[in-house]
Structure formats: structure tokens, C-alpha cells
């Protein structure tokens, strides 16, 4: 019983700090404009010739640069509708928050990351809590299903199955988690297995 309690007490304490953390975010602080979407578009053909080390060197690691890259690789890009600056440009914001939450943490840490931001550092500490088994398989369900409903945590291509499904995560998934935590794995390849988890119905988005 008290161990029930202390999980979701634990809980209720990461969503809390996670909600602080994401209205520090979305503060909009900064955000591009239609010319920068335009921007993006005429120095795109760069990017896909000389590759991201040269094009966010050559830009001076900008905020703009570090967006479009972010917006280069994300599907959205492919868009191709009427409405596709708006799209992109609201799509933008995600990675303006993303860059500034970065820049926060830089400055507190003194370490300075150049490339692209991608998931905030601070959800590793989620992690850590569930590797360490301070909260259980449904709690880091609850904070990874709160993080991608809120936009955090970007899975494209996710398409739950119908009906329910237990809460039973696979131990590779915690494994993999591990590997993230310690910078031995991308997000990117992080993020594959959430998306397992999503495809299963284990996460419902």
C-alpha cells in the first residue's frame, strides 16, 4: 500500500514539474515568420548537398538554422497543400520551444550542444525514474502518454489498434531507455520504440 502511494505521489510530482517545465516552453519567446519558412525553402537545396555539419557551421548554429534542419527531416516537410507555410510554421514553433528549453538547460550546464534540439534533455530524468523503479510500468505510461499528447514527443507515424490493451511493457523498452539515458542511443532511436509502444496499443494517443 505505501509503495502504491509513493509511485503515485512520484507521479503526480513529474507531471506537475513537466507542466511547469512545458508552460516555461511555450512561452513563445521567439518564433519565425513567414520569411523564415520562405528562408528555409531557398537555402534547403544547401542542406541536402553539403549535409548538416556545414549548413549549421556555415549559418552560425542561428536558431533559424537549427529550425530548418529540425523542419528538413520532419515529414511535414513533404507537405505540399495550399496551406503549407501555416502548417510549417506552426509546426516550427514545436522546435523554437525545443531550442529555447535547450538553451535554458546550456546555461545552466555549461555545456553547449550545437546540433538541432530534438527531445528535451529533462525527460531523461523521467526515465531514470522508471529504470530505477520509482515508478511502475503504468506511471511511465501515464508521463509518456502526457508528454506526446502535449506535443513533446513527436511519433508520426503511430496508429494505435482498436479495442484495449493491458499495460505490458516489453523489458527491451526499458533497456533501450537505459541506452538513451546514458547518451548510447539517439532520440531518434528512442523514439522507435515508443512508437512500438503506440502501434500496440500499450500507449493510446
Request: hydrophobic residues 40%; aromatic residues 12%.
Amino acid at each position: 500500500m505505501f509503495s502504491h502511494l509513493l509511485t503515485k505521489n512520484v507521479l503526480f510530482l513529474l507531471i506537475f514539474l513537466l507542466s511547469t517545465q512545458l508552460t516555461s516552453v511555450n512561452s513563445k519567446e521567439f518564433s519565425l515568420s513567414e520569411n523564415d519558412i520562405e528562408w528555409c525553402e531557398e537555402i534547403h537545396p544547401q542542406y541536402e548537398t553539403l549535409g548538416l555539419d556545414w549548413f549549421l557551421e556555415n549559418y552560425h548554429y542561428s536558431i533559424e538554422a537549427r529550425v530548418c534542419a529540425s523542419l528538413y527531416v520532419d515529414p511535414i516537410w513533404d507537405y505540399v497543400g495550399e496551406d503549407r507555410i501555416e502548417k510549417l510554421l506552426d509546426r516550427s514553433q514545436h522546435y523554437v520551444d525545443l531550442e529555447i528549453q535547450e538553451s535554458k538547460e546550456e546555461a545552466i550546464s555549461g555545456i553547449n550542444d550545437p546540433t538541432p534540439a530534438k527531445i528535451p534533455s529533462w525527460i531523461k530524468d523521467v526515465a531514470k525514474f522508471w529504470i530505477d523503479n520509482l515508478i511502475d510500468d503504468g506511471g511511465f505510461f501515464q508521463v509518456i502518454d502526457w508528454l506526446v499528447q502535449h506535443g513533446i514527443i513527436e511519433i508520426p507515424y503511430a496508429e494505435p489498434p482498436e479495442g484495449e490493451s493491458a499495460i505490458t511493457i516489453p523489458s527491451w523498452i526499458k533497456t533501450s531507455a537505459g541506452f538513451w539515458v546514458d547518451n548510447k542511443i539517439t532520440d531518434d532511436e528512442f523514439a522507435i520504440g515508443l512508437e512500438w509502444l503506440i502501434n500496440n496499443g500499450i500507449i493510446r494517443v
